[in-house]
Structure formats: C-alpha cells, structure tokens
C-alpha cells in the first residue's frame, strides 16, 4: 500500500521560514498531482498549494508569495517552503497525493499523518 510520510514541522518564531517534506513509498504506477493542507484547532481542512506532475502549481490566497510548493519526481517527494510565517499558519500540516496503483486502475487518493507546525515568539 501507498505511504506519505511528512517532516520539517516544528516551532518556529513569526517571520522565520520552514520548509515541509512529504516522501511516497510503495507501489505505485505514478503519482499525478501532490499537494499540502493543513487544519488548525477548531477549523475545517483547508488547501494550502498543490502542483501537478507538470509542475504547475496553486496556492490559497492566504499564502500566496510566502509558501512555495516543488516536487522531486526522482525521490518521490514534494516540498512546502514557508516563508514569513505568521501565527494564523499554525496548523497541522497534511501532505496529499494522487496516485494510480496500476497502469490500468483508476486514480486514488492518499494522505500522510500529518505534521505539527507551531507560530509563536
């Protein structure tokens, strides 16, 4: 079965930057388009960026020319820079991937477990 594990998250002061991992493994035929979201306490889900397997990415409003998003198709990996945090970015960070298992089956979906990253002086 298909695996997302995340890194990177952590404390970090308002203004400073963070950057986010998130490495795929198992079968797989390919991974099509990856992306982040992240939840804070008492919110919904909410989509941070997401690139394609092209590279063509998108990005929340909120985060627009702070984060960038940027794939490593050979290492299986997709990255989230952040820059200039501020603390309404604190959340918990989810990497996303759309995959096909086999040449032939139809394209899924799988999620990592999350990682924690905290805004504060």
């Known amino acids: 079965q298909v695996q997302l594990v995340e890194s990177g998250g952590g404390l970090v002061q308002p203004g400073k930057s963070l950057i986010l991992s998130c490495t795929t493994s198992g079968t797989f035929f390919s991974i099509y388009d990856q992306g982040w979201y992240r939840q804070a306490p008492g919110k919904q889900r909410e989509l941070v960026a997401t690139?394609?397997?092209?590279?063509?990415?998108n990005y929340a409003e909120s985060v627009k020319g702070r984060f960038t998003i940027s794939r490593d198709n050979a290492k299986n990996t997709v990255y989230l820079e952040m820059n200039s945090l501020k603390p309404e970015d604190t959340a918990v960070y989810y990497c996303?991937?759309?995959?096909?298992?086999?040449?032939?089956?139809?394209?899924?979906?799988?999620w990592g477990q999350g990682t924690q990253v905290t805004v504060s002086s």
């Open positions: 996303n991937a759309r995959y096909k298992k086999f040449w032939n089956t139809a394209i899924t979906n799988a």
């Open positions: 690139i394609t397997s092209g590279g063509t990415t």
